[in-house]
């Protein structure tokens, strides 16, 4: 099956997509601010360039876009069906350096978060998403994972 647009058009539609600051990001920042947890951008000496950082904690958060970071079960994380090897080892990348930049973390003594997109997409699930982050912050755990599907396991308890 041929791509819709043309390879310019597809080029241009990509270069749109944002690394930094995207919505996702901005909504887990908001919901920590509120809580009232201060923390530093984008700290290019931790391993992986956490989204956020919280140093007097020693917790990194990622916020993942399902498609970019290959989301497992996720309506979002969709191979395209053109170029799908290109497509499938792209992503696969994109998860083995995720999954080294935690590894590296947690060697530090970092607690790691991983907050998906599907997270923040749904209201149902963006208004559950301060509370996830919360509950995570104060259990812990070395490492966690907030997306749709965790949200939506956690309201049927």
Known sequence: MADVVSPAKRSQMMSGIKGKNSVPEMQVRKALFAMGHRFRLHRRDLPGTPDIAMPGRKIAIFVHGCFWHAHQGCKYAKTPSTRTEFWTDKLQGNVDRDRRAANK?????????????????????????????????????????????????ASLR
């Open 105 to 153: 973390l947690a060697e530090m003594g970092w607690r790691v978060l991983s907050v998906w997109e599907c997270s923040t997409r749904d209201p149902g699930s963006a208004a559950k998403l301060p509370w996830a982050l919360r509950a995570w912050i104060d259990s812990g755990a070395p490492a966690g994972e907030i997306s749709a599907q965790s949200l939506a396991a």
